[in-house]
């Protein structure tokens, strides 16, 4: 077995579902490891649009199998809807679509918590999904939470019960939140665990294993800085995000791990709240979002848009040991002047390389590198020798200062918009 693993160094969008489905067909199986439906990834081919949230990227490859692993927290409803989305557009999954039995399950009663923690944080909000992440990981990490592998047992009726009233004792003795579509939520939920039934429940662990020359890409979700030890804590997601979560997200041992692929845009983006130095407020950032289309693809709010920032980006690769990069959106640039990277930071008083403790936006002040930009359409071009002068600088310049090859430049949103170096 070989591992290879793709993952997000920023605060996740890079395009990580476009590059999956454009290498899936190199592997015999794509695996999710961590986190849920917070996630949104596009994938667009023949004109047509494919956003997503569960279901691994490699779906839409007919020869490739897809594994939910047992690190990733499913919600019933939202995958059920996915699968729907998938038979409307006539991509079959019976039998290639596998689901460990140890990946937990996020309850309705999760969502109503999220919520009302957000509430309750008031301008601290993390600005999450609300899609129950957090609560849902805090129930395994806690050892209450129900897992895939409950709803083949008798007893799995006893348990939700038994949970979703422990949850409503907290939202109403701790948060005083109320939700009056409860009843029908849990209603919709337990109907969704029903076709969950009919699909692939596997071990994940033997699954995998017990196939030799089986060569496995696990697909990551949010970003390195969204991780919940080494992104900008408290605004992160509830679970890592990072390489080594592969290994404990598909039950795969380190040594299987050969080529860890990280992916980053052209400039940055954040959606939600939290720190993030290089944001321009201006209308270059504007700009960006516009050409961009920098809208959340789960939750559809604005993306936050700035330069990138190569101390943030080298950290990345240090944490996950990135052995090559898939650099994306090159073409949203075009057309800016004068583009930056930052380079350092100034902390307190001091020129920096390197992200400290609280990477506070107030007390860190990037330190810019300038870049003269192009003005011709990428989009088309499927030779990297045949880019802008200007773009192929911006990109050998990272390069050179990140010490990892940039295998892939994506220049555009569709499958084919893709230059393989
Ligand atoms: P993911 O969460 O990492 O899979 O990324 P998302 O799908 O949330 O966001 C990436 C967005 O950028 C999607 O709308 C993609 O269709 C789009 N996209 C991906 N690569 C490119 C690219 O190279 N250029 C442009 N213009 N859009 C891209
Ligand atoms: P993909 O896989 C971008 C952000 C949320 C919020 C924080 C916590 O598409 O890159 P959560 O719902 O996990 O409690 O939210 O993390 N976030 C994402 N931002 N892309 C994602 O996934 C994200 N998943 C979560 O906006 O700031
Ligand atoms: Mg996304």
Known sequence: MKVDILLGLQWGDEGKGK????????????????????????????????????????????????????????????????????????????????????????????????????????????????????????????????????????DFQKKFKSLTKKHNQILKKYYSYQNSSQKKD?????????????????????????????????????????????????????????????????????????KVIGIFKAYCTRVGSGPFPTELNDKIGKKIQKNGHEFGSTTGRSRRCGWLDLPSLKYATMINGVTELVITKIDVLTSIKKIKICTHYKHNGKKINYLPFNIDTEKLKPIYKEFNGWNDDVSQINKFERLPNNLKNYIEYLEKELMIPIKIVSVGPDRSETIHR
């Not at 439906?37 to 667009?44: E, R």
Request: a positive charge; proline letters at 3%.
């Open 186 to 258: 849990i209603d919709i939920w337990l109907k969704s665990i029903e076709n969950l039934k009919k699909l692939n429940i596997v071990d994940g662990e033997y699954f995998i294993n017990k196939r030799k020359k089986i060569q496995i890409l696990a697909e990551g979700a949010q970003g390195t800085l969204l991780d919940v030890d080494f992104g900008s804590y408290p605004f992160v997601t509830s679970s890592n995000t990072i390489s080594a979560s592969a290994c404990i997200g598909l039950g795969v041992a380190p040594n299987k791990i050969k």
């Open 19 to 154: 590059i999956v489905d454009f290498i899936g067909k190199k592997y015999n199986l794509i695996g999710r490891f961590q986190g849920g439906p917070n996630a949104g990834h596009t994938i667009k081919f023949n004109n047509q649009t494919h956003v997503l949230h569960t279901i691994p990227s490699g779906i839409f490859q007919k020869k490739t199998e897809n594994l939910i692993g047992n690190g990733v927290v499913i919600d019933p409803i939202i995958f059920s809807n996915e699968l729907l989305k998938l038979k409307e557009n006539n991509i079959k999954y019976n039998n290639n679509l596998y689901i460990s039995r140890k990946a937990h399950l996020i309850m309705p009663t999760h969502r109503y918590l999220d919520a009302a923690s957000e509430i309750a944080k008031g301008n601290k909000k993390v600005g999450s999904t609300l899609k129950g992440i957090g609560p849902t990981y805090m129930d395994k990490t806690g050892r209450n939470g129900l897992r895939v592998g409950d709803i083949e047992s008798k």
